[in-house]
């Protein structure tokens, strides 16, 4: 059956992804929109398909011939009850002797909510979020259920039961806008959303007004709710205490659904005797269905934020461990250099290198996590960016310099040492920065590598192929190797962000830890009367040795939590503050005179030569000191100020070869 169907279609991509495994396809099919991977198929009868991992097992049975095609879904289906919009129960045609019972949902992106809540309604929803309702795009409302399918920590342990999202589907036929009955102030909003979250996406999918789109969830067997109750099957006290508990395990997960009903539940009965189906602990077990008007609620993020952010430091913490027995099938690991890397592809189609033996710290780098979210430049000259990640981690980005010839002045001496080396790669950095720190010196923490998927052609007179001819040996473990360093593309380094502290103690511990200021309000340590307090003083404090201070903010400064919980003090009873500067801005702003810093710069250009390295471009931009907002400096075990190295692009290595 399936060659008769491949002949049929006619369609040599199409044939070839019948036969084969969603992991396998070419990037070129696979599109990723709100954190779900679709495979993107063009059927026969036109348009566009996109399947998730789910459906993709069933595409078959997907493809529109098999359910779309002369209204099947209306003629041969079932509409549902209770629903407000068009949604029907079908059973796809047979593929290799296969039905697919699915719900066929049309989206109702971009209309008008008719919603009222009924007075029994039992919720606390603010009403300015109900005025404010919208119903989510087809792949926004994807993204919600996955996400609702995977949070299940907290105060739920249990997974939400949920339809299982397997496609959607947009039909070639274009039509007016009264047919569809959209807003276009609202449409555009839905396509800004979709069209940001695939900024880097080098195939994006785009919301066109004039088309219809129709969501495929598989089809979960039973009754709701509602029917349950008056088929007896149920007690009354059971059904009027399901909505109550539906939206309470929706909102400990962190989410809501505006016209959640008994309808959208559905209760299965078990074949051996009949009974509704109930978990072991005495509740009803029920499949949640209906996600149109799925929300986040709005503590959502910050919880998840938070939860993220404590999970990426237990992983960092152990990421000197014993490697997992087994890795993802798309994660291989790969040593460069000296350094272990776990490596993969991004969903945009770039390369990933991430430091680290726990695959769940892969997802914390991919692109879509730190180059989308607003960041602040620290550099004039170079491509140097601050930010925090969606998963509320503050890291650097550097966009390396590798392939360009420095532009320095070749008749100073100086200058000509750095035309001869040129910058190194990302992985010259990481496996220095790396050596460094086993070394005993400080330096900040390398994190990723990370290299774009599309070309970035540089101009000719700038090219120094140097690196690209050292590094022609180390190539990537995919099917078809690449060239670890290739030319034609950019390549970042993600660190760790210092704040006047080794951010290896930054994990979280309240009783050794470190948290900024920002954390420790989030967190509970402060009250927001304490927070103001402190986050004045500080800045009242720089401004007073002559730091402007405005364009800093509560993540900049450190605190230091004490083993009772509180923060720690110092001995006139106020909060003990720590935040970062570097020695040429410290030198700039009178912080240290021209013996300090002289003697900052030499004292760390000397200790690189004690491991056989060389700061050829010695300058204090690129050594980071701590200090209280008073301007005194945190020394180390030597009585000298305490210096980080944060920059290694023109650093060279033992003995000047690559590791």
Not at 147 to 173: C, D, H, K, V
Not at 404 to 432: C, K
Request: charged share 30%; net charge neutral.
């Amino acid at each position: 059956m399936r060659q008769r169907v491949v002949r049929r279609v006619g369609n040599k991509k199409l044939a070839n992804a019948l036969r084969t495994e969603f992991d396998r396809l070419p990037p070129e099919m696979v599109v990723r929109a709100f954190g779900v991977d679709y495979g993107h198929v063009c059927p026969p009868e036109g348009g566009d398909l996109f399947v998730t991992r789910f459906g993709w097992p069933f595409l078959e049975q997907l493809l529109p011939g098999t359910w779309y095609t002369d209204q099947r879904y209306a003629k041969e289906g079932e509409k549902l009850p209770g629903s407000t919009g068009h949604a029907y129960h079908v059973v796809t045609k047979p593929a290799d002797g296969v039905s697919l019972e699915l719900v066929v949902k049309f989206s109702r992106v971009a209309q008008d909510v008719p919603l009222i809540v009924e007075t029994t309604f039992p919720d606390d929803t603010p009403p300015a979020v109900i005025a404010e309702a919208r119903f989510n795009s087809p792949m926004e409302e994807f993204g919600l259920v996955m996400e609702l399918r995977n949070a299940a920590s907290g105060p739920e342990p249990r997974r939400m039961l949920t339809q299982r999202p397997l496609g959607i589907y947009a039909p070639p036929q274009e039509f007016k806008l009264w047919q569809l009955g959209r807003n276009t102030s609202s449409f555009r909003t839905h396509e800004h959303l979709l069209a940001e979250d695939q900024e880097d996406a080098i195939k994006a999918i785009e919301l066109d007004i004039k088309r219809m789109y129709v969501l495929l969830y598989g089809w979960i067997k039973g009754k709701d709710a509602q029917d349950s109750f008056v088929a007896g099957d149920i007690t009354e006290k059971e059904f009027l205490s399901l909505a109550p508990r539906v939206i309470r395990e929706l909102e400990n997960r962190g989410y809501r659904v505006l016209d959640n009903k008994p309808r959208h539940y559905i209760l299965r009965k078990r074949q051996s005797d009949g009974q509704v189906m109930r978990h072991r602990d005495g509740p009803l077990v029920y499949g949640l269905v209906d996600f149109e008007l799925l929300q986040r609620t709005r503590e959502h993020q910050r919880q998840f934020r938070a939860r993220q952010r404590e999970k990426y430091w237990r992983l960092q913490s152990g990421a000197v461990s014993e490697p997992a027995v087994r890795l993802p099938s798309h994660l291989k690991r790969m040593p460069i250099l000296g350094v272990e890397y776990l490596y993969g592809q991004a969903p945009d189609g770039g390369r990933l290198w991430v430091l680290g033996q726990d695959p769940e710290l892969f997802d914390y780098f991919l692109p879509e996590r730190w180059r989308r979210t607003p960041r602040i430049k620290l550099s004039p000259m170079a491509e140097v960016y601050r930010t925090c990640t969606r998963d509320n981690i503050h890291v650097v980005y550097r966009r390396s310099r590798v392939g360009v010839r420095p532009r320095v002045d070749p008749l100073a001496e100086r200058g000509n040492a750095i035309r001869e080396h040129g910058y190194n790669s990302p992985f010259e950095e990481v496996a220095i920065a790396e050596r460094l720190r086993q070394t005993g010196m400080s330096t900040t923490h390398p994190r990723a590598i990370f290299r774009t998927g599309h070309r970035s052609m540089k101009a000719t007179h700038l090219r120094d192929s140097g690196r690209f001819t050292d590094h022609a040996n180390l190539v990537t473990p995919d099917t078809v190797p690449e060239a670890v360093l290739a030319p034609d593309y950019d390549y970042y380094t993600i660190w760790g962000y210092f704040r006047g502290i080794d951010p290896a103690r930054a994990q979280g511990e309240k009783a050794t830890g470190v948290v900024d200021l920002e954390r420790a309000l989030e967190d509970d340590l402060l009250t927001p009367k304490q927070y103001q307090k402190i986050e004045k003083r500080t800045l009242d404090r720089l401004r007073a040795i002559g730091l402007g201070g405005d364009e800093l903010d509560g993540r900049e400064f450190v605190l230091f939590p004490d083993e009772r919980g509180g923060i720690r003090r110092d001995t006139e009873g106020e909060v003990v503050v720590l935040t970062s500067i570097d020695a040429l801005t410290a030198y700039d702003y009178g912080l240290l005179d021209e013996a300090s810093y002289r003697e900052i710069v030499e004292r760390t250009s000397a200790r690189l030569r004690e491991v056989d390295c060389a700061l050829l471009d010695p300058s204090g931009k690129h050594l980071l000191l701590s200090m209280d907002p008073d301007g005194t400096f945190i020394v180390d075990e030597t009585g000298h100020a305490a210096v980080t190295l944060c920059n290694f692009e023109l650093l060279q290595g033992p003995g000047g070869a690559i590791l």
